[in-house]
């Protein structure tokens, strides 16, 4: 079953009695309580034995390709069918915490400004943070860093704002149709048709909508792709596996790879043979699931016109019909966790000094390193971030525009913490662990990042110890190395297209998601100059490897201007907008001022007066 647009627009809750566009088309907004809702509802799922053809499949539903279905949607109208296929389902509590910084903000507001809004109506907003010696924890002098969001504002017509990574997501899938975005479906094979010569990249694309073939062995004759993906039920999407992200955005393989998955003598070994096996699944080595090995009632073909790949740095689409590439383990692991006031209550401790008195409601972190090194750059490195983390609704704004009190009037009660080290001092801590923390069972990562960071001050080791191991993530990063920057590494030629993690994965360094933003607001502008088809998608390589290369081989301290000169087309007119404007100009200055309106309600209620004190 379908479901159907409502036929008069709902009201938002930015602005009283208007609507916001979403869309290539005027649609109803859906306000933060309603995605939350969405959120909850059973997945449209296809029916048993389904083929289902469409013109665009985006398989992954991270930010990129929720972001670059939005951007590719609103340039090509809603007579072309897109789907989005992702194996998690649309909740969770866990993983990263990302920033979202100017340049991103800008990609998203040059798709649909309505959602850069709701981004910073349900952002965490950082008033600053504080660095501390990782071992005595006393508070380094001179290092504290303020942010001055207004006036960040005023310079860049945008200011960072922070966002856990399900949370993105939620807010993005809002910006498309309901039923765009199929949960519940994991991609196990993917192979090129190669469809007759002659067919033009051009030809009219034939308007399937979201209906089952009824032959689906008829000839393939228009579409490209053929996609086999595997039924998921609820617990093999976010909350089944020990994984940040989503496992179409990052596929199992991905999983199997960065975990800490072996003993401790598998550890020691040699990086490619520890942490790489599950590279060689391209050619069917390590893989857990194939499309044989699945019963026919739990799978569904998909056949595109179209493919875009968006399924992260061990992307099944790019090792299937793309170069092959596998990304290079790095010698880092990390771990990420959520900590809520209850946690902290049933475990009999609280807060890390540093964040015990807060005076304020906006974000702030206290970061543990080495003494001497900066935070950012040190060898290892702890970030914990108290913030409010609640229901994003309760951070919304009403729709006189007035700051929401539903999150009460305390400090944020929620936190979200980061460890990183390396490989080396995880294997040392774990010569004296006990065999099941050594052994990489998901439920052990608490306990490895607590035998690793043992020397972390007393009051940060309590406090960390009382996360509940469901809510923590554990990976070893990997990288796609940049002499892979070469012509044809994201595109096949014919109608396959990567971005985000798929095309160029890099350490973390607070870019990954925003060049993921990057790229689907500059792939909608070169689909709306070329149409769908390789001019398209080659021209999108062609216009992007230059800036991956500059903001990779910038360092983290130099590329601020790097970032602050972004700019994008924007793919929507001053019709869309809930709002009587004149022109694109007109409509980019309502979206500042409406930002503008938004972050200053919300500092106002933040009632912050002096910073926290530290040690």
Same mark, same amino acid.
């Given at each position: 079953?379908?479901?159907?647009?409502?036929?008069?627009?709902?009201?938002?809750?930015?602005?009283?009695?208007?609507?916001?566009?979403?869309?290539?088309?005027?649609?109803?907004?859906?306000?933060?309580?309603?995605?939350?809702?969405? $959120?909850? #509802?059973?997945?449209?799922?296809? !029916?048993?034995?389904?083929?289902?053809?469409?013109?665009?499949?985006?398989?992954?539903?991270?930010?990129?390709?929720?972001?670059?279905?939005?951007?590719?949607?609103?340039?090509?109208?809603?007579?072309?069918?897109?789907?989005?296929?992702?194996?998690?389902?649309?909740?969770?509590?866990?993983?990263?915490?990302?920033?979202?910084?100017?340049?991103?903000?800008?990609?998203?507001?040059?798709?649909?400004?309505?959602?850069?809004?709701?981004?910073?109506?349900?952002?965490?907003?950082?008033?600053?943070?504080?660095?501390?010696?990782?071992?005595?924890?006393?508070?380094?002098?001179?290092?504290?860093?303020?942010?001055?969001?207004?006036?960040?504002? =005023?310079?860049?017509?945008?200011?960072?704002?922070?966002?856990?990574?399900?949370?993105?997501?939620?807010?993005?899938?809002?910006?498309?149709?309901?039923?765009?975005?199929?949960?519940?479906?994991?991609?196990?094979?993917?192979?090129?048709?190669?469809?007759?010569?002659?067919?033009?990249?051009?030809? =009219?694309?034939?308007?399937?909508?979201?209906?089952?073939?009824? +032959?689906?062995?008829?000839?393939?004759?228009?579409? @490209?792709?053929? #996609?086999?993906?595997?039924?998921?039920?609820?617990?093999?999407?976010?909350?089944?596996?020990?994984?940040?992200? /989503?496992?179409?955005?990052?596929?199992?393989?991905?999983?199997?790879?960065?975990?800490?998955?072996?003993?401790?003598?598998?550890?020691?070994?040699?990086? =490619?043979?520890?942490?790489?096996?599950?590279?060689?699944?391209?050619?069917?080595?390590?893989?857990?699931?194939?499309?044989?090995?699945?019963?026919?009632?739990?799978?569904?073909?998909?056949?595109?016109?179209?493919?875009?790949?968006?399924?992260?740095?061990? $992307?099944?689409?790019? *090792?299937?019909?793309?170069?092959?590439?596998?990304?290079?383990?790095?010698?880092?692991?990390?771990?990420?966790?959520?900590?809520?006031?209850?946690?902290?209550?049933?475990?009999?401790?609280?807060?890390?000094?540093?964040?015990?008195?807060?005076?304020?409601?906006?974000?702030?972190?206290?970061?543990?390193?080495?003494?001497?090194?900066?935070?950012?750059?040190?060898?290892?490195?702890?970030?914990?971030? @108290?913030?409010?983390?609640?229901?994003?609704? %309760?951070?919304?704004?009403?729709?006189?525009?007035? &700051?929401?009190?539903?999150?009460?009037?305390? !400090?944020?009660?929620?936190?979200?913490?980061?460890?990183?080290?390396?490989?080396?001092?995880?294997?040392?801590?774990?010569?004296?662990?006990?065999?099941?923390?050594?052994?990489?069972?998901?439920?052990? &990562?608490?306990?490895?990042?607590?035998?690793?960071?043992?020397?972390?001050?007393?009051?940060?080791?309590?406090?960390?110890? &009382?996360?509940?191991?469901?809510?923590?993530?554990?990976?070893?990063?990997?990288?796609?190395?940049?002499? @892979?920057?070469?012509?044809?590494?994201?595109?096949?030629?014919?109608?396959?297209? #990567? #971005?985000?993690?798929?095309?160029?994965?890099?350490?973390?360094?607070?870019?990954?998601?925003?060049?993921?933003?990057?790229?689907?607001?500059?792939?909608?502008?070169?689909?709306?100059?070329?149409?769908?088809?390789?001019?398209?998608?080659?021209?999108?390589?062609? %216009?992007?490897?230059? *800036?991956?290369?500059?903001?990779?081989?910038? /360092?983290?301290?130099?590329?601020?201007?790097?970032?602050?000169?972004?700019?994008?087309?924007?793919?929507?007119?001053?019709?869309?907008?809930?709002?009587?404007?004149?022109?694109?100009?007109?409509?980019?200055?309502?979206?500042? =001022?409406?930002?503008?309106?938004?972050?200053?309600? @919300?500092?106002?209620?933040?009632?912050?007066?002096?910073? !926290? +004190?530290?040690?």
């Amino acid at each position: 079953m379908i479901t159907k647009f409502p036929q008069q627009p709902t009201r938002s809750h930015i602005h009283a009695n208007n609507h916001c566009l979403n869309y290539a088309q005027r649609l109803p907004v859906r306000d933060s309580r309603e995605i939350n809702r969405r $959120s909850q #509802l059973p997945t449209m799922m296809p !029916p048993k034995k389904a083929v289902i053809d469409v013109d665009v499949a985006v398989v992954g539903g991270g930010p990129a390709g929720l972001a670059a279905a939005a951007a590719i949607q609103r340039v090509v109208g809603r007579s072309t069918t897109i789907r989005v296929f992702e194996a998690r389902t649309p909740s969770g509590e866990r993983g990263a915490t990302v920033q979202v910084d100017v340049n991103g903000l800008r990609a998203i507001e040059a798709i649909d400004p309505c959602t850069v809004h709701r981004l910073y109506e349900q952002g965490i907003l950082r008033a600053g943070m504080s660095v501390h010696d990782d071992v005595t924890g006393e508070r380094m002098p001179q290092s504290d860093i303020h942010h001055d969001l207004m006036s960040d504002l =005023e310079k860049h017509g945008h200011a960072g704002v922070m966002a856990q990574w399900w949370a993105l997501t939620e807010i993005l899938e809002g910006a498309l149709p309901p039923g765009v975005v199929q949960h519940g479906l994991k991609l196990l094979e993917c192979v090129a048709l190669h469809p007759k010569s002659g067919e033009s990249d051009r030809a =009219e694309l034939l308007d399937s909508g979201n209906e089952c073939s009824k +032959n689906p062995d008829s000839h393939d004759s228009g579409f @490209r792709y053929r #996609l086999t993906l595997q039924r998921c039920g609820t617990d093999e999407g976010t909350h089944g596996s020990n994984d940040a992200r /989503s496992q179409n955005s990052e596929s199992q393989e991905q999983v199997n790879a960065t975990k800490v998955t072996g003993g401790i003598g598998e550890m020691q070994a040699p990086a =490619e043979t520890a942490f790489t096996a599950a590279a060689s699944a391209g050619n069917g080595v390590g893989d857990e699931l194939t499309a044989e090995g699945i019963e026919a009632s739990d799978r569904v073909l998909v056949r595109a016109k179209w493919l875009i790949g968006a399924d992260g740095y061990f $992307s099944r689409v790019r *090792r299937q019909v793309g170069d092959g590439n596998v990304p290079t383990p790095l010698g880092d692991v990390v771990w990420w966790g959520t900590v809520y006031q209850q946690d902290l209550d049933l475990a009999g401790t609280t807060w890390p000094q540093p964040l015990l008195n807060l005076t304020t409601k906006e974000a702030w972190s206290a970061c543990y390193c080495p003494k001497g090194q900066l935070g950012p750059t040190a060898a290892r490195l702890g970030l914990i971030m @108290r913030a409010s983390l609640g229901d994003p609704a %309760a951070q919304a704004l009403t729709v006189e525009g007035e &700051a929401s009190q539903a999150d009460g009037n305390g !400090p944020p009660s929620g936190a979200l913490w980061y460890f990183r080290t390396r490989l080396e001092d995880l294997e040392r801590a774990l010569q004296e662990s006990p065999a099941d923390v050594r052994h990489g069972d998901a439920s052990a &990562a608490l306990q490895r990042v607590l035998a690793t960071f043992r020397d972390l001050p007393p009051d940060v080791i309590s406090f960390v110890a &009382a996360t509940p191991p469901r809510r923590v993530t554990e990976r070893r990063l990997c990288q796609q190395g940049l002499e @892979r920057l070469v012509p044809g590494a994201w595109t096949d030629g014919q109608g396959m297209v #990567l #971005l985000g993690d798929a095309a160029h994965a890099w350490r973390p360094d607070g870019q990954g998601t925003n060049l993921a933003l990057e790229d689907a607001a500059v792939l909608g502008e070169l689909v709306r100059r070329f149409g769908l088809g390789s001019q398209a998608f080659s021209a999108f390589e062609e %216009a992007r490897m230059p *800036r991956i290369k500059e903001i990779c081989t910038t /360092s983290y301290l130099h590329r601020a201007e790097i970032i602050h000169k972004a700019s994008f087309t924007p793919l929507w007119s001053s019709t869309d907008l809930p709002a009587d404007l004149h022109d694109v100009q007109a409509g980019l200055q309502w979206s500042r =001022e409406r930002i503008h309106s938004i972050l200053k309600a @919300r500092l106002d209620n933040s009632r912050l007066s002096v910073h !926290p +004190n530290g040690r």
